[in-house]
């Protein structure tokens, strides 16, 4: 009964353990998340960058696992390119190892000290505030490991067990129970953790402890394996070079483990920090290795899945480069009017469709879509600050406040469709189906809206035409029209109590009159593009 006791108490412990890493990852995610997201799009063509930025990303937010999948989220969003999103994947085992030279080094005891001042800055009223909680729950982490090393000290005692957990054991049974482990807790640095603590404890020996870390590197790929399975071949790539990666380190590891294992019990002075010392020096010589060979490493993965089609054309988002002036910036905006314009119009369209539809491809796509213009709209507030810097003349800033109004206008009609979006998520999630004449309503909305995009594109590219204005205006007064024929069908459906779908619908008539407006309103601009702009179909990533 005593050890059915110290079983569940160890286990209450690492339970704790896994909360706390959890909650500190997110709320580290919480505080910087934007930033972190930024620090792995900036990944350059150099891979080494890319796995400086995924160590120093993995070091703060503890977590292997969530890097991984941000830059596999980055990638199926086609804000990074899979060869750079490898950097990253590698350099995130190197971030990693710091949970286990912190706890190698006893650092450990601090614990309490940083759980009440997490709860001090949690209750006072200023920005110190924001940090309360990753605090707390850093100093949680920690004081969990503590519980669970006190809870197991009388295991010490033990000499059956202990006897059992020294004696070496086949490694690839530790690395499987590693493996396993660790994809079932979704956290490399929980069994790392334990391995350590345990090690401490002499309840295991060092010749099993290594495996079982080992183990821990392979399982913490489950989560990116699980996160793709609605994404991009280009995602589903840096998913699988994860796992390739991670096996692979501990194959090259493999052979040396079974020649010298053995020698592992003979250590004597700390083995914890060893262990600690040998998870650093894996890593650390496993990323070096892969990245050296980044190249026929990405071409066996290409060669593996195939080229892929992205599921839809990403936009090439601007740049500052060394060498611009406020000339070339101005003409890349123009570019990207042209084709965040057209993007808009086809995310119209991919929403309108899951509208009208119940197919669960569009509506996903719709998502999907929506989420980059998301990420777009934050990229080019960046870079916008970054124009500013080459501004020179009194012009120039006039134009620069002129195009920035432009872009606003677009985010605008952006949150718009986003807002139609969330009409079929609420159909979604009421299980309501609209009938045949709401679907011909829809329909035929969504048609004069398209062909009022067109002719707004039309007018920003014709340099010449005064008549576009004419024909700007006659579609505007047409699907005025259209919006207030369709209000006044849906408030006599409504009085029928067994139309649900009408009632569900009211949203999307009020959301196309602001987006009809919106596109009026930048149709007023005056946009025009005064370099040959090549169809949006053609900018890929």
Request: charged letters at 15%; one cysteine or more.
């Amino acid at each position: 009964m005593e050890y059915l006791h110290l079983i569940i108490a160890g286990l209450s412990g690492i339970i704790l353990f896994v909360f706390g890493l959890d909650n500190f990852s997110k709320e580290i995610e919480k505080i910087s998340g934007e930033q972190f997201r930024n620090a792995l799009s900036s990944a350059t063509r150099y891979p080494i960058i890319g796995v400086l930025i995924g160590a120093i990303v993995t070091m703060f937010i503890q977590s292997s696992s969530a890097t991984s999948v941000i830059s596999i989220g980055l990638v199926n969003a086609g804000v990074l390119s899979f060869k750079n999103s490898v950097g990253i994947i590698f350099g995130s085992n190197i971030g990693t190892t710091v949970t286990a030279q912190l706890v190698a080094f006893k650092l450990t005891h601090f614990a309490p000290f940083f759980i009440v001042l997490g709860f001090i800055l949690t209750i006072m009223r200023n920005r110190a505030s924001l940090f309360g909680k990753a605090v707390f729950y850093f100093g949680f982490v920690f004081f969990s490991l503590n519980l669970i090393s006190t809870t197991l000290e009388p295991l010490q005692h033990n000499p059956t067990l202990i006897a059992f957990l020294t004696e070496p054991q086949n490694p690839v049974y530790a690395i499987l129970l590693g493996c396993v482990f660790t994809a079932l807790v979704q956290s490399s640095s929980v069994t790392t953790g334990l391995a350590i603590i345990f090690t401490q404890q002499g309840m295991i020996g060092l010749e099993n402890a290594v495996p079982l870390i080992l183990g821990a590197n392979i399982g913490t790929t489950a989560t990116a394996l699980i996160a793709v399975f609605n994404m991009d071949t280009a995602a589903k790539k840096a998913a699988l070079s994860h796992f390739l990666f991670n096996v692979g380190g501990v194959v090259l590891f493999l052979p040396i483990l079974f020649m010298y294992g053995y020698k592992l019990a003979e250590f004597d002075q700390n083995p914890a920090l060893a262990l600690a010392n040998i998870h650093l020096v894996f890593n650390l010589t496993a990323s070096l290795i892969f990245t050296v060979f980044i190249g026929p490493f990405t071409r066996f993965v290409d060669y593996v899945l195939g080229d892929g089609d992205m599921d839809f054309d990403r936009i090439v988002q601007p740049q500052i480069e060394p060498e611009d002036n406020f000339d070339t910036v101005k003409q890349k905006l123009n570019t990207s009017t042209d084709y965040l314009f057209n993007f808009l119009k086809e995310n119209y369209n991919a929403v309108t469709l899951s509208i009208e539809t119940n197919y669960k491809g569009l509506y996903d796509a719709a998502e999907k879509r929506i989420a980059y213009v998301d990420f777009l709209k934050k990229q080019m507030q960046y870079f916008f600050a970054s124009a500013i810097t080459l501004i020179n003349q009194k012009a120039e800033s006039k134009e620069l406040l002129k195009l920035i109004n432009q872009f606003d206008y677009l985010f605008q009609i952006h949150d718009s469709i986003k807002d139609l979006f969330e009409t079929k998520r609420f159909l979604n999630d009421s299980y309501v189906e609209l009938n045949s004449d709401l679907l011909l309503l829809t329909r035929g909305l969504s048609i004069l809206t398209l062909e009022y995009f067109e002719e707004i594109a039309a007018e920003m590219r014709d340099k010449s035409s005064d008549n576009q204005q004419v024909v700007l205006k006659e579609k505007a007064k047409i699907m005025q029209q259209e919006i207030n024929d369709a209000n006044r069908s849906l408030l006599l459906l409504m009085l029928d109590p067994e139309r649900k779908d009408a009632a569900s619908l009211i949203n999307f008539v009020t959301y196309s009159q602001r987006l009809k407006d919106k596109l009026s309103n930048f149709a007023h601009l005056n946009v025009k593009l005064t370099h040959d702009i090549p169809d949006a179909h053609d900018a890929k990533q």
